[in-house]
């Protein structure tokens, strides 16, 4: 990397910044470019030292004309990873912020899964597996087991390739996913056990994972099917709608959240991992996964340093 590219107060720890975050796997490019103009914009404020006061922070950080709120979000968030790296590098004068930008009027909220609710389901999709009345029966179960043990969108589940599922090393590869990010996906004793149970049984297609009796790939037809079932079970959202198969994906990763909590583990740390595995390109998408861990697991918040951005993004971006 050209240091000479920065030029500012940061000229010399936003490189290492940046060589870190490539270390994780990111391309890094947004917080690349973001940090070259906070460091040029400082450095014409005339600051020297690698300072962020609350004023610097609230001044840079300030809804800008013609900018919407995502991308002030977009913003916000990188300046609050690098000042949480500026910390833990040994900086003082270095503040975290909690701006909130301008509120959306989404009204998404993502359903979170419960584990009473995981046993009602469970139970009703085990006593129909291979229930011959539809096909979805032979397939909905391990759909429902991957999708909650695994956080793939649905798509990627559906679009599965049976050389994409070695269950020997209990992996699952998604090749070009969403925003063309390819990565591997390990699974559980139980899971890999669950699925060549499937497979002795169903699978008749040597090429989709999940297909029907013709060998042709599911299709979206199964999301309205097991709506029906949520209905039917009384499992349903404050407005009396039934959840969605992707609130599976933000179960799993408030779970993982809250596990990794509980563990003692720096969620700083570790939110690009989960970054990695769940294919997100940046880590902005997986700061909603914190902001609902927040909301459903208060002991998060309950630390001395906050991990969590203190925005909700204009909607669920993530989804299949």
């Known amino acids: 990397m050209n240091n000479n590219n920065f030029i500012g107060p940061f000229k010399n720890i936003a490189p290492l910044y940046i060589e870190y975050k490539r270390s994780l796997g990111f391309n890094s490019e947004s917080e690349y470019n973001e940090l070259k103009r906070l460091d040029k914009y400082f450095y014409n404020k005339g600051i020297t030292e690698v300072?962020?006061?609350?004023?610097?922070?609230?001044?840079?950080?300030?809804?800008?004309?013609?900018?919407?709120?995502?991308?002030?979000?977009?913003?916000?968030?990188?300046?609050?990873?690098?000042a949480i790296y500026l910390q833990k590098m040994g900086y003082p004068n270095i503040y975290v912020h909690h701006i909130m930008p301008s509120k959306s009027d989404s009204k998404f909220k993502p359903y979170i899964y419960s584990e009473h609710d995981l046993n009602i389901i469970f139970n009703y999709l085990d006593k129909h597996q291979y229930d011959t009345n539809s096909i979805f029966n032979c397939v909905?179960?391990?759909?429902?087991?991957?999708?909650?043990?695994?956080?793939?969108?649905?798509?990627?589940?559906?679009?599965?390739?049976?050389?994409d599922v070695d269950l020997d090393k209990k992996i699952i590869t998604i090749y070009n996913g969403k925003e063309n990010v390819t990565r591997i996906v390990p699974i559980s004793e139980s899971l890999s056990e669950s699925c060549k149970t499937y497979?002795?049984?169903?699978l008749c297609n040597e090429n989709y994972f999940l297909c029907d009796?013709?060998?042709?790939?599911?299709?979206?037809?199964?999301?309205?099917?097991?709506?029906?079932?949520?209905?039917?079970?009384?499992?349903?959202?404050?407005?009396?709608?039934?959840?969605?198969?992707?609130?599976?994906?933000?179960?799993?990763?408030?779970?993982?959240?809250?596990?990794?909590?509980k563990n003692g583990q720096d969620l700083y740390t570790t939110l690009p991992i989960l970054c990695k595995y769940l294919?997100?390109?940046?880590?902005?998408?997986?700061?909603?996964?914190?902001?609902?861990?927040?909301?459903?697991f208060i002991n998060i918040t309950d630390k001395k340093e906050k991990y969590y951005s203190d925005f909700k993004f204009l909607k669920d971006d993530d989804n299949e």
């Open 51 to 82: 300072i962020l006061t609350k004023d610097m922070v609230e001044e840079y950080g300030m809804l800008r004309e013609n900018e919407s709120p995502r991308t002030q979000a977009k913003r916000l968030s990188i300046l609050k990873q690098f």
């Open 140 to 163: 909905l179960p391990i759909l429902i087991r991957i999708l909650y043990g695994t956080g793939l969108r649905r798509g990627e589940a559906i679009n599965l390739n049976n050389t």
């Open 199 to 202: 497979k002795s049984k169903f």
């Open 213 to 261: 009796l013709k060998g042709n790939k599911i299709n979206s037809h199964i999301t309205e099917y097991f709506q029906k079932i949520l209905k039917k079970l009384n499992i349903l959202r404050p407005d009396n709608t039934p959840p969605r198969l992707h609130d599976f994906r933000f179960t799993f990763a408030v779970n993982a959240l809250e596990k990794m909590d």
């Open 279 to 296: 294919g997100h390109k940046n880590i902005e998408a997986t700061e909603y996964y914190l902001l609902l861990a927040k909301d459903y």
